[in-house]
């Protein structure tokens, strides 16, 4: 029998269909691989073994009577931030170890109406303020090249699991980052569609005007198959943008001669790996010899992008998370009175990091600081927003890498919040403008770390990025190659 957890989506969907397998065999397969590699890896907060063998048995009987969707029977896991109705969703949070939501976000709800198969629930940065899953309150998640290594965050969990081969495909969410970066660290394919592309509905709150839920997958063609599923309207989401969905599929393997590449100079710093660095100028030769036309343009308040958004990612954690009080659901600790409770509720339930954003904030909200902090950062982001629409009059989409290194050692960065901050400072930009990113591998270091590079598109053109994409990831072999597990 193949080894069917090394398959992406557009394989087993294949096989599948054909009637060569069934979708018990892969979830099967992907479970005794999990097996095999999670002791080491610790990609899954909840596995969801018995649940998933009875949702493959489903999807096996819809093909049987000519059932034909594209996520048929595909086992994929679930970042722990999206409510999945009688499945503990836990945020990687103490304070909601024990919710089980009554609902089903509407990401995952698209993927029950085609039929895919839950693996489980994948670790994360508590309540997704992290880069490097060590801020998780249950483990750190290890980067399947290296397990002394991070393997970036808050999306940590669902990249590894992607890379390790432990699903076919994963969702994350994506902040300030989170999607991106570990998709870069652990050499998968990473996207965040346009903010509004996808329905936030059952996503827990970390910024919301921020955060957007997408795919990691094995590869490219396989992150347009299942932006496909998740992305449209939806009425329970009021941001969810009324913009009509194209098959992302169809720009697939299309020529990209003619298309100019944007290579902003404010994203090759000083302090940048120049490991890292070699690698995106060979890709950027590489787009020239499939006949992109490369393009100098600029971003000139870039520098000022991981500020701004520090300012306003934390004012809206800190009125997200005032809900978690120990009343309704949650965590509830003992106290004196009503509000001794609500504070030890809180001051055990919540995580260092998750405090010190709140902590930050309040104070940034607070009276006398509001126009100092958070109105001037929400200037700055207007004009990180015209610097991209200012480019993209130029340019049909931007170039740039993923992250300034490969990935850090577990507790390299623990002891110095403001250099883990700086792990997003190529990432950050896309969010506090809405456009589209995706993470493709583009190189390994000398010590066999993955490299990403990171292509940035106009708002709800997802298509040229995933055409883009495509084009270079047939030209090279980064994707193929896998961590010796």
Not at 2 to 24: H, P, Q, V
Not at 201 to 230: E, R
């Amino acid at each position: 029998m193949l080894d069917l957890y090394r398959f992406g989506i557009t394989e087993i969907s294949a096989m599948i269909g054909k009637g060569e397998i069934s979708s018990r065999e892969v979830t099967a397969s992907v479970f005794s691989r999990i097996a095999h590699v999670e002791d080491r890896i610790r990609a899954f907060v909840t596995l969801t073994e018995n649940h998933a063998m009875d949702m493959a048995d489903k999807a096996d009987r819809g093909r049987a009577s000519g059932n034909r969707t594209a996520l048929l029977g595909i086992p994929v896991a679930i970042k722990d931030n999206m409510c999945t109705k009688g499945i503990p969703t836990t945020c990687s949070s103490r304070i909601l170890q024990n919710f089980v939501p009554p609902y089903e976000s509407t990401a995952t709800s698209r993927l029950l109406g085609q039929g895919y198969v839950l693996i489980g629930k994948t670790n994360l940065d508590e309540f997704a303020m992290g880069s490097s899953t060590e801020n998780s309150g249950f483990f750190t998640t290890r980067n399947p090249w290296d397990a002394e290594r991070i393997p970036g965050g808050s999306s940590g969990g669902s990249a590894a699991a992607v890379a390790a081969d432990e699903c076919i495909a994963a969702l994350g969410s994506d902040t300030g980052g989170s999607i991106r970066q570990p998709a870069a660290l652990c050499g998968v394919v990473g996207m965040k569609p346009t903010y509004g592309r996808v329905s936030r509905y059952g996503l827990v709150a970390f910024a919301s005007s921020l955060d957007q839920i997408g795919p990691i997958t094995k590869n490219v063609k396989d992150c347009a198959v299942l932006l496909n599923v998740i992305a449209g309207k939806d009425s329970m989401d009021s941001t969810s943008a009324p913009v009509a969905v194209p098959d992302f599929s169809a720009g697939i393997g299309r020529d990209i001669k003619g298309v100019k590449i944007g290579i902003p100079k404010e994203y090759f710093i000083d302090g940048m790996d120049p490991e890292v660095e070699k690698a995106v100028r060979d890709a950027i030769h590489q787009y020239a010899s499939l006949g992109a036309i490369p393009v100098d343009v600029s971003l000139p308040h870039a520098g000022y992008a991981v500020a701004t958004y520090y300012v306003l990612a934390t004012s809206e954690a800190s009125s997200n998370l005032a809900r978690y009080d120990g009343v309704k659901y949650g965590f509830r600790a003992e106290g004196k009175d009503l509000i001794d409770m609500y504070m030890q509720s809180r001051a055990q339930g919540f995580g260092a990091e998750v405090k010190r954003r709140i902590m930050l904030g309040t104070y940034t909200l607070s009276s006398g600081y509001y126009d100092a902090y958070y109105r001037k950062a929400q200037q700055v982001r207007t004009l990180i927003k015209r610097d991209f629409e200012e480019a993209f009059k130029k340019v049909d989409l931007i170039l740039t890498p993923t992250t300034p290194t490969a990935a850090f050692r577990l507790g390299e960065k623990t002891a110095d919040p403001l250099q883990m901050y700086l792990a997003d400072i190529f990432t950050i930009s896309v969010n506090l403008a809405g456009v589209p990113g995706i993470s493709i591998p583009c190189g390994f270091t000398s010590n066999s770390l993955p490299i990403g590079l990171q292509l940035i598109g106009r708002h709800f053109d997802e298509e040229t990025l995933l055409q883009a994409a495509y084009a270079y990831e047939q030209a090279t072999d980064w994707h193929r190659r896998k961590p010796d597990l």
